[in-house]
């Protein structure tokens, strides 16, 4: 089993910067792409940004230029910097990995419990 475990949340006023951490422990094998996720108070559950083992990134349109998504393949920890922050992404931000347990065949999701991001105005 793997588990992911996010920190670096908190409170930020408008303008100011975070950075998040999600390490991957347990019986760890095959990790593929990382990606980080969000979700708002009464909203879907939406990417933020991904990146995978080659380290080549995607970014949602409003978070890029903002935030940087990096991960060091030998820690199994994937990091999201987040700059010039807004009070519309305040959210809970999810971790997610896909990992497998055999060399070849498919990845499943592995989900972390989110941490807080809160940005006042």
């Known amino acids: 089993q793997v588990q992911l475990v996010e920190s670096g949340g908190g409170m930020v006023q408008a303008g100011g910067s975070l950075r998040l951490s999600c390490a991957a422990s347990g019986r760890i094998f095959r990790i593929g792409n990382m990606a980080w996720y969000r979700q708002a108070p009464g909203k879907q559950r939406e990417l933020v940004a991904g990146i995978s083992t080659a380290h080549t990134t995607n970014y949602a349109d409003s978070m890029e230029g903002r935030f940087t998504i990096s991960r060091d393949n030998a820690k199994n920890t994937v990091y999201l910097q987040m700059n010039s922050l807004k009070p519309e992404d305040t959210a809970v931000y999810y971790c997610?990995?896909?990992?497998?347990?055999?060399?070849?065949?498919?990845?499943?999701?592995?989900w972390g419990r989110g941490t807080q991001v809160t940005v006042s105005s």
């Open positions: 997610n990995a896909k990992h497998s347990d055999y060399l070849t065949g498919p990845l499943y999701d592995y």
